[in-house]
């Protein structure tokens, strides 16, 4: 009986970005690699923005009899020495196999999968250097939060990725605060990817969930990648035959840990959604927290705003998103219960109450330079509703924003919520 002959070539995975989050999402990579040598290459390279750092005293790496422990060093040779990166993501062991590399270019070069972890600010001119660096057939996956929103319309930052590369980007999203995965504390995520149809050996498999496609992407052409309604820029290259094929199979092997549960699905502006709208949700929740009103009006205002995030999706991009991203999924409702239960947007929302100050003020205060997303994307979110007349259609993202710039008092959420 004849057998299928295994793949020629394997992937190549490059990490860009190496902060907290992105050194966790390197290390779980890593840790695949090396267990899937059949589908993947095991060294796993990771950008980073080079810098000096001196290690700290409280590390197990500091050494007072050693003088290059008390002087500045350059990050990428303390990583690679240690495996650890002291100043991002301290007191956690890192696979040997991840190589950390202040060359984007040479981080890049013949990798297949490029995982992009880093600030939003930073994406359009580091994709300006990866152009011409990068293999024109590479995949990507975003774990860049949110999208951006303007007046004239809403972008996904892993198309923003695509269009510049030219290459087809997918995104990750979930509740995972980045310290606790990094310890291997159990935690789920969710991986959009809607595989290319130059890439697909078969159809994605149909079925009423969104843990599986709603397209046969065998009948489509390459339009169906038009998941905030623009058509796409670029003319993608397909993957060659000889490597394995790039589909939620591969991405969940490559992401997938007994610690780090992955859930496939196709909706990647859906997930996007999830990820800047719960921001905004949260900041409410703070809201009713520092007012003392207890749990049930916390749940309250989570119930809304989930229905508000679901109205969002559907209402601009109907034609790719689905309920159940945001209902079932890690990067819908799980992602919203941890962040109106301790993120930053929640937490800073819930002392500005308590101490009779602004957010923003707060922001000054404790996050030490650091910028609330959801304070920008309720703005921003705003100004696309009124810009459309339909900032009634969503009450409580127009709380939110009342309240934050125009005065309004946040005792009066549920007379300003109460139509929903």
């Known amino acids: 009986m004849a057998t299928l002959a295994p793949h020629e070539k394997r992937h190549k995975v490059t990490v860009v970005g190496s902060g907290n989050w992105g050194t966790t999402i390197a290390k779980i990579v890593a840790e695949n690699t090396t267990a899937h040598p059949d589908l993947f290459n095991s060294k796993v390279q990771m950008w980073v923005y080079e810098e000096d750092v001196t290690i700290p005293e409280s590390s197990k790496h500091y050494n007072t009899s050693v003088?290059?422990?008390?002087?500045?060093?350059?990050?990428?040779?303390?990583?690679?020495?240690?495996?650890?990166?002291?100043k991002y993501l301290p007191d956690v062991p890192l696979p040997r196999n991840l190589i950390a590399n202040p060359s984007l270019q040479d981080a890049v070069k013949d990798s297949t999968i490029l995982v992009f972890n880093l600030p939003h600010q930073f994406i359009s001119g580091l994709c300006d250097q990866m152009k011409g660096h990068i293999v024109p057939y590479a995949r990507?996956?975003?774990?860049?939060?949110?999208?951006?929103?303007?007046?004239?319309?809403?972008?996904?930052?892993?198309?923003?990725?695509?269009?510049?590369?030219?290459?087809?980007?997918?995104?990750?999203?979930?509740?995972?605060i980045a310290s606790e995965v990094a310890q291997e504390k159990f935690s789920e995520t969710t991986i959009a990817y809607d595989p290319p149809p130059m890439d697909s050996r078969n159809p994605t498999p149909k079925g009423p969930t969104p843990q599986?496609?709603?397209?046969?992407?065998?009948?489509?052409?390459?339009?169906?990648?038009?998941?905030s309604g623009k058509s796409p820029k670029t003319k993608l290259q397909a993957l060659p035959s000889d490597f394995p094929p790039l589909d939620h199979t591969t991405l969940r092997t490559l992401f997938h840990r007994p610690y780090f549960h992955v859930r496939l699905v196709s909706d990647v502006a859906g997930v996007s959604l999830s990820g800047a709208l719960k921001n905004i949700v949260a900041i409410a929740a703070g809201f009713v927290s520092g007012l003392g009103w207890g749990d049930n009006a916390k749940a309250a205002i989570m119930r809304v705003g989930l229905l508000e995030m679901v109205k969002?999706?559907?209402m601009f991009f109907e034609d790719s998103v689905h309920t159940g991203t945001f209902t079932e999924e890690s990067a819908g409702v799980a992602d919203l219960i941890t962040s109106c239960s301790g993120g930053r947007?929640?937490?800073?929302?819930?002392?500005?109450?308590?101490?009779?100050?602004s957010i923003g003020e707060v922001e000054k205060q404790e996050l030490n330079g650091q910028m609330l997303q959801g304070t920008s994307t309720a703005v921003e979110v705003y100004s696309f509703?009124?810009?459309?007349?339909?900032?009634?259609?969503?009450?409580?993202?127009?709380?939110?924003?009342?309240?934050?710039?125009?005065?309004a008092k946040p005792e009066d959420i549920p007379l300003m919520i109460q139509s929903l």
């Not at 496609?213 to 998941?227: E, G, N, P, V, Y």
């Not at 947007?345 to 109450?353: E, L, T």
């Not at 409580?396 to 934050?404: H, N, P, Q, R, S």
Request: proline fraction near 2%.
């Open 385 to 407: 509703l009124s810009e459309r007349n339909l900032e009634r259609e969503f009450p409580l993202f127009t709380a939110v924003y009342l309240i934050l710039k125009k005065g």
């Open 67 to 86: 003088e290059e422990s008390q002087k500045p060093q350059k990050l990428t040779e303390l990583i690679n020495q240690f495996h650890e990166n002291v």
């Open 312 to 314: 969002f999706g559907k």
């Open 140 to 176: 990507g996956i975003s774990c860049i939060k949110g999208v951006s929103v303007s007046n004239s319309g809403v972008s996904l930052f892993s198309e923003s990725i695509g269009e510049k590369l030219g290459i087809y980007v997918g995104a990750l999203s979930g509740a995972n």
């Open 212 to 227: 599986s496609s709603q397209l046969d992407l065998t009948k489509m052409s390459d339009d169906i990648h038009k998941s």
């Open 345 to 357: 947007n929640f937490r800073c929302a819930r002392m500005s109450i308590e101490r009779s100050m």
